[in-house]
C-alpha cells in the first residue's frame, strides 16, 4: 500500500499553457521553499511532446530533490521516470497505474464532492486531490465548488492525505488549512508571482499557522 506520511502542504503544478518563465528559476525557487513535489500539466500537448517536456522537467527537478509527478498518464510517467501520476475520474483506474509505476510511486486521484471522496478511500493511492474549492479558470468544464461544510465532512471521513484544488491563492488559502486540507494545489498564483520562492514560503507559513509542522 501507498505512504501515508504527510505531504507538504503546497503542491506545485506546473501548467504549461500558464507558464511564462523558464523552468530553472521556476523550480530553483520552489526548492529553496523546501517544496517536495510538483505536478506537470500540459493538456494541449501532443503525447510526444508532452513526453519531451516530462523527461526535461525530471532532468532539472532531480538534481534539486523535487519529485515530478505526471498528470493524467500513466504511460508517459513509466516511460519517463518520473516518480509518479495525477489521475482525474475518467483516467486509468488508480490499482491499475500502481500495478504498472509500483508501490513506490506517487499516484493521486482527483475527487469533486463527499461521495467520490468516499469511493475513493480504499484505492491504492497516496493523497486524494478535491476541488474545486474556489472558482478556476484553469480548467475549460468545472465541477461544481465544493463549499466548506462538504470540505470539512470529507475531512472527517477520509483518512487519506487531502489535496485542495481550484482557484487558490496566498490570500483563501488559510481557510483551506483550517478545514483540514494537508495541502494545496496551485498554478496561476504561484506560477505568476514575481518571486516565486517567496510566494511558495508564504504558503508554507500559512500552513505552520494551522498544523504546527516543522516544515
Known sequence: MPSQARIFPLYPIIDLAVLQRPLEPVLAGLAGAGVQWVQLRGKQLSSGDLLRECRRLV???????????????????????????????????????????????????????????????????????IGPVFPTRTKENPDPVVERQELQAIRERVARPLVAIGGITLENALALFRSGVDSVAVIRDLLLATDIRQRASGYRDLARKVQGRGK
Open 59 to 129: 532532468a532539472l527537478a532531480r538534481p534539486l530533490g523535487l519529485k515530478v509527478v505526471v498528470n493524467d498518464r500513466a504511460d508517459l510517467a513509466l516511460v519517463s521516470g518520473a516518480d509518479g501520476v495525477h489521475l482525474g475520474q475518467e483516467d486509468l483506474p488508480a490499482a491499475e497505474a500502481r500495478r504498472i509505476l509500483g508501490e513506490k510511486a506517487i499516484i493521486g486521484f482527483s475527487t469533486h464532492g463527499l461521495e467520490q471522496a468516499r469511493q475513493a478511500r480504499d484505492m491504492p493511492v497516496d493523497y486524494l486531490a
